[in-house]
């Protein structure tokens, strides 16, 4: 797991969001050599008895996996651990206390609850390497908060307070819908709430990312807005975009 590495070192990372569940798509993603995937169960359709194809598909590129939960529940964290998740991203974190329960469900005893198997992806099957894997999960495993509503941006400081939680990220759709500005991501109200959140979260040492990129334009006005993680696209929506722009293309010059 390199992504606290690349951080601490100053590196912004690039990364995208997977939601079609497919191992084949999460594979040519990871093979261009892109920092991280967002495996997403909370909006694709993936289930949990074959989260380690996905993990494989990216691994097998030295490409982190980071896997984001539904919700803020202890088992679902313990799965897609042991099935070789670099990190996991919590939604709907709005307090300490949210933060807390799921980055406590993330370490293993003394740091936190995680229960141990060492007979699984994580464990690398066998009881043998158990203390050198419980003390580098416990170093590497990287853990990132969604805020996503006014509660959680008031809440910001507290939060950040969580010194197992490594980075924020904020949704600017889910913020916007609560700011009274739906969908509209750029509007001013969205970018200072964000802005105003994002310095308290970096004057902890938290790592983060906000918004997300659909051009060269959308990624450089990110970089520029200084986060640290870089989200880049949709799976679903670049895919679609393609063929869409293909059938343009088709249409309105290839027939003439």
């Given at each position: 797991n390199k992504l606290k590495e690349k951080l601490q070192a100053g590196e912004k990372l690039i990364g995208t969001w997977n939601t079609i569940s497919s191992p084949a798509i999460t594979e040519i993603i990871a093979s261009t050599g892109i920092d991280f995937l967002v495996i997403d169960f909370e909006h694709g359709p993936f289930?949990?008895?074959?989260?380690?194809?996905?993990?494989?598909?990216?691994?097998?590129?030295?490409?982190?996996?980071?896997?984001r939960l539904p919700s803020n529940?202890?088992?679902?964290?313990?799965?897609?651990?042991?099935?070789?998740?670099?990190?996991?991203?919590?939604?709907?974190?709005?307090?300490?206390?949210?933060?807390?329960?799921?980055?406590?469900?993330?370490?293993?005893?003394?740091?936190?609850?995680r229960g141990y198997s060492p007979y699984t992806k994580?464990?690398?099957?066998?009881?043998?390497?158990?203390?050198?894997?419980?003390?580098s999960s416990n170093e590497d495993i990287f853990n990132m908060a969604i805020i996503e509503s006014e509660e959680g941006l008031k809440n910001i400081e507290s939060i950040c307070s969580d010194k197992k939680l490594d980075a924020v990220y904020f949704g600017s759709y889910d913020i916007s819908h609560a700011l009274g500005v739906p969908a509209d991501i750029k509007n001013p109200i969205v970018i200072e709430a964000i802005n105003t959140a994002k310095v308290i979260a970096k004057k902890h040492g938290k790592f983060t990312g906000g918004f997300v990129a659909f051009d060269n334009a959308d990624m450089k006005w990110q970089y520029e807005q200084d986060f640290d993680i870089i989200m880049y696209g949709v799976d679903s929506y670049l895919l679609k975009r393609e063929y869409v722009n293909m059938l343009s293309t088709f249409k309105n010059k290839v027939k003439e």
């Open positions: 289930d949990l008895s074959n989260l380690t194809n996905y993990t494989n598909s990216c691994l097998g590129h030295n490409v982190s996996p980071i896997v529940q202890d088992w679902l964290f313990l799965q897609a651990l042991d099935q070789g998740a670099h990190g996991l991203i919590c939604p709907h974190i709005s307090s300490l206390k949210d933060s807390e329960k799921f980055t406590s469900s993330t370490k293993y005893h003394p740091e936190g609850s994580a464990g690398k099957y066998t009881h043998k390497e158990s203390e050198s894997n419980i003390e």
